[in-house]
């Protein structure tokens, strides 16, 4: 089927795959932001109803180090922040390419009905 395709709609899904792969990769990022989002705000709240002299410490591999609790919150809060922003992009971009392949199906669906073909 794909051979008695213009090489003009050939192109379309082939530009429709890939947008729907990038789609596919953002969603998985989106929910990797999230998670570690939600593992930082946990992280923050559990932190902040201790004191400020109480010992906490951060694991960096399997190595766990001393840190001022005042420092890690600050750093977390900066981490949130980050995540934050990432998260907005990242949703911002999904939306956008979520728009571009509805519209790029709604014409390729326009041109296979033309030659009373359908998208499987």
Known sequence: MAQSLPPALQNELKNFETLRQSHENLTVL???L???LNEVKATLEELR???DDVVTYRT???VMFKIDKVKLVEELDDRE???EMKLSSTSTQIEKLSKKL???QA????ELSKRELKLQ
């Open 30 to 32: 989106k929910q990797t």
């Open 34 to 36: 999230q998670s570690e």
């Open 49 to 51: 109803k201790q004191p």
């Open 60 to 62: 960096v591999g399997q």
């Open 81 to 83: 922040k980050t995540l």
């Open 102 to 104: 509805s519209d790029l």
């Open 107 to 110: 014409k390729i669906e326009l």
